[in-house]
């Protein structure tokens, strides 16, 4: 196939160090080398943004010294990257290097003095992870022979709104970066955009949730009208479990935009949950490619799903740090203002609900959450709701999910679930069926998430072994 214009997407993994950069650099100029434009997106080096994070919250703990222990490490990481890449000391990479972390050491020193981290300067503080790679890949590109620019998120054209921490672009985005961006890419220079970051109207820095970059990667590839996006992973490509946990998990070939939705909701690390929805209305695939082996397809995700036969699930996920809030309180929750100041006093807190569920006697609603969002849905839950109620929390919780298209209409699917579930002896606290029927979820313990993981992927007989 022959393309015009791709954007690319390299991960952390895929940035991690200098052999890493100039590998993905190579990447991209194989295909500049046959003609096609492409416009690169990174990630910060693998580790950074939690790096950042941790130094930050350091800061804003008044340990200092800390912080600038970790500035520290990081100038080393980046410096040593850049040399080996072949920047000389004095050169205009080494130089950009060496101020962005002054500028970094003076942020973190302004929290530290003010000891607060509002999310608009820890916003700042984690997007130089990304501002510090794309200065690399540029450098590694110039290597490989190609001409290289690289911009900041806001550089590119991308505005969001100023939703510190999760970020969405603004409809104009798409019109900011087709201007930024295409004046390059005629004149033959490929760009290269820091991921994960954009800027609000007012010039401030904003992030796009974690793992962020998939999602600018998409916004460019929508304004440019691409012919494609390339996520370039350290897997296949999306594959029908974590494969960390099952080892015999394998590729998936084709994907809907909304089986991946699910998938990334449901936990599966590999896509960040909102990166298809710029795609959705252009309807430009995007492919999920393995950085060790670019010959192999990955994975194509496009508007269209593609059903197995007899395989109505295609994969299995699960998300971790799950606690359960449970909410009752005889006779009470049947009053349907009740039910919606419960659902209120959730959506002022912006808590993410992963599942809900109420008994049929109405005495009871159960909400499952991430455990880091657990005291603030809490202290929300029991300032916003009548006295009456009895609010508490279940840690220790698991989601664990089945997605695919070809469960639609299926019967007995759920029920090969929870025997596979059952044969295993895991409770299942919660269950929730999503109204597209593209997924299943059950809460589970924590201590049994794994086990059942295994179990569900062989009992639709998703492994190797087995398909
Ligand atoms: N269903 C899945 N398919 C593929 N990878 C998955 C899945 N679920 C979890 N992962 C994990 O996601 C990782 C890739 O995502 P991530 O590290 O964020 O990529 P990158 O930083 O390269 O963009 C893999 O190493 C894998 O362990
Ligand atoms: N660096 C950011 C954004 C990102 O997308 O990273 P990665 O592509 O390595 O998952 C993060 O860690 O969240």
Redesign the pocket.
């Known amino acids: 196939m022959s393309y015009d214009l791709l954007v690319m997407k390299f ?4 940035m991690q160090d200098s052999r890493a950069i100039r590998h993905s650099a190579s990447l991209a100029a194989r295909s500049v080398r046959v003609g096609v434009k492409v416009v690169v997106v990174v ?1 910060a080096m693998a580790g950074v943004t939690n790096q950042l994070l941790k130094l930050a919250d350091a800061a804003q703990s008044g340990d200092i010294a800390a912080a600038n222990d970790e500035i520290a490490l990081m100038r080393t990481r980046h410096f040593t990257a850049a040399q080996e890449l072949g920047a000389a000391p004095d050169s205009i990479t080494v130089r950009e290097i060496r101020e962005m972390h002054e500028t970094l050491r003076q942020a973190v020193y302004g929290v530290y003095l003010l000891r607060e981290l509002t999310p608009r300067s820890r916003d700042l503080i984690v997007a130089f992870g990304e501002r510090l790679s794309a200065p690399l890949m540029s450098l590694a590109l110039e290597q490989d022979g190609l001409r290289a620019h690289h911009l900041s998120g806001g550089e590119a054209g991308i505005l969001t709104d100023s939703h510190f921490g999760n970020a969405k672009p603004m409809p104009n985005t798409y019109e900011r970066v087709k201007d930024r961006l295409s004046g390059l890419l005629s004149a033959g220079v490929t760009p290269v955009v820091a991921g994960f970051m954009g800027e609000t109207e007012k010039g401030a820095i904003t992030t796009l949730g974690r ?1 962020g ?2 999602f600018s990667a998409t916004i460019v590839g929508k304004a440019l009208g691409a012919d494609e996006v390339w ?1 370039w ?3 296949d490509g ?2 029908s ?4 946990v099952v080892k015999d998990a394998q590729n998936i070939e084709v994907l809907s935009y909304g089986e991946v939705m699910e ?1 990334a909701y449901f936990g ?3 896509l960040h949950p909102l990166a298809v929805t710029p795609l959705q209305e252009s309807g430009i695939p995007l492919r999920v490619k393995s950085a060790a082996d670019p010959d192999f397809p990955g994975t194509l995700v496009q508007a269209q799903p593609r059903d197995e036969d007899g395989h109505p699930v295609k ?1 299995v ?1 699960a998300i971790r740090n799950v606690s359960i809030i449970n909410v009752s309180g005889a006779g009470v929750l049947g009053i349907p203002e009740v039910i919606a100041s419960v659902f209120d006093a959730i959506a002022r807190e912006n808590v993410t609900l992963l599942m809900v569920s109420q008994s049929s006697s109405m005495s009871n609603v159960s909400l499952a959450v991430q455990t880091v969002d657990a005291e603030r849905t809490l202290a929300a839950l029991r300032a916003g709701v009548s006295l009456e109620l009895k609010v508490e929390e279940q840690p220790g919780v698991a989601v664990l999910a089945i997605v695919g298209s070809g469960m639609r209409g299926q019967k007995g699917v759920s029920a090969r679930m929870f025997t596979a579930l059952a044969d295993q002896d895991v409770n299942v606290l919660m269950i929730s069926q999503g109204s597209s029927e593209l997924n299943v979820s059950v809460a589970v313990e924590a201590a049994h998430v794994d086990a059942a993981t295994l179990a569900v992927h062989r009992a639709f007989g998703l492994g190797a072994a087995t398909a």
């Open positions: 991960g952390g993994t895929n990630s793992g970059t998939d996520a992973k350290d897997v999306v594959m479990a974590d494969p960390r998938l599966a690390k590999v994969a996920t």
